[in-house]
């Protein structure tokens, strides 16, 4: 086993629908470059029990052998491990039981970290991929398990929420088979909102210059405007903005494809996320028409860079 070196770095981010690592150079004035990067689909809480309150031992199984190669990738960059678990982790009654297998398994330490914390580290990474400082923006972050709300003047949040609103939870209560219908769209619809406002620290009455979103649902919003704009062209998505009816029109026409199959024949809806992306889209609606959104401007960077700057805020690297 590589000693790691001590000014290099892998962020871990343990998703509902996903895993991430992204491994990092960090420089003499803090600033951090890209040495590598991997993700997988993978689903946890998805298979058993009501809402996202089991891992199984199936899906224990392939996270367990996903993190072996993660850390192999790290190993062979000497990178220090840091891995943050989200809302299917947190939630799940055999937490305990996945965490504790994951470090005998692989060595790594799985941290599980709250709703508040997650939006915070979320935003950290937001503010560092956009020029935000003399703005106020809300950021927004849609997951598999919970959606993200961080209302910011100047660089600096003022509320940072989560809620268990995400892609694959509303899948699984609404569209247990993935075919949507008009009734449980409406059902959905009406649970996010009654979500949303059940958290009394989000406020919705906002003076915005401009939404920020990050992660899947919106990655997807991009990458379909991008195919449609230009199918040759594919430039980095960082900043890629789309206003409320460029939003719209994708949603409709995506929310009448009502299979997987038909979805995953859209260009810039990745096969992966065909089952689930109606749910995220109906999260992302009513967010643009609770807070008035009128554009939305798209972030690369979201967990797991968060979780690289803090780790650097807090000198878990000596540079």
Not at 5 to 13: G, L, P, S, V
Not at 76 to 86: D, E, G, L, Q
Not at 202 to 215: P, V, Y
Not at 241 to 256: G, H, P, Q, S
Request: aromatic share 10%.
């Amino acid at each position: 086993m590589r000693l790691a070196e001590r000014n290099r770095f892998a962020a871990i981010d343990i998703g509902t629908n996903s895993f991430h690592l992204i491994i990092v150079e960090v420089g003499k004035n803090g600033k951090f470059k890209l040495l590598d990067r991997q993700r997988e689909f993978l689903r946890l809480g998805s298979e058993l029990g009501e809402d996202l309150s089991l891992i199984s031992n199936n899906e224990k199984t392939k996270a367990i052998s996903v993190l072996k190669s993660f850390s192999t990738l790290a190993q062979y960059h000497k990178a220090n491990i840091r891995a943050v678990s989200t809302s299917a982790v947190r939630e799940a009654k055999n937490k305990n039981e996945f965490i504790q297998a994951v470090f005998e398994e692989t060595g790594i330490i799985v941290e599980t970290i709250e709703g508040t914390e997650e939006a915070n580290l979320i935003f950290l990474g937001m503010k560092n991929a956009l020029p935000i400082n003399n703005k106020s923006v809300l950021g927004i972050d849609i997951g598999g398990g919970s959606t993200e709300f961080i209302y910011a003047i100047n660089g600096v949040p003022a509320y940072a929420e989560s809620v268990k609103i995400g892609a694959v939870r509303l899948s699984k209560k609404f569209f247990p088979d993935f075919v949507i219908t008009e009734s449980a769209i409406k059902d959905c619809i009406e649970y996010v909102e009654q979500q949303i406002k059940l958290n009394n620290n989000i406020q919705t009455n906002l003076k915005l210059d401009f939404a920020i979103g990050s992660s899947g649902t919106v990655d997807t919003i991009c990458l379909i405007k991008q195919f449609q704009n230009n199918a040759d062209s594919k430039p980095r998505l960082n900043g890629f903005t789309f206003n409320k009816l460029e939003f719209d029109e994708i949603y409709f026409f995506v929310m009448n494809l009502k299979n997987p199959s038909e979805r995953m024949s859209v260009p810039g809806i990745e096969t992966n996320r065909a089952d689930i992306i109606p749910a995220g889209f109906i999260i992302l609606k009513k967010v643009f028409e609770l807070f008035n959104i009128k554009e939305m401007v798209l972030s690369e960077y979201a967990l797991r860079e968060g979780v690289v700057l803090d780790s650097i805020n807090k000198s878990y690297l000596a540079i």
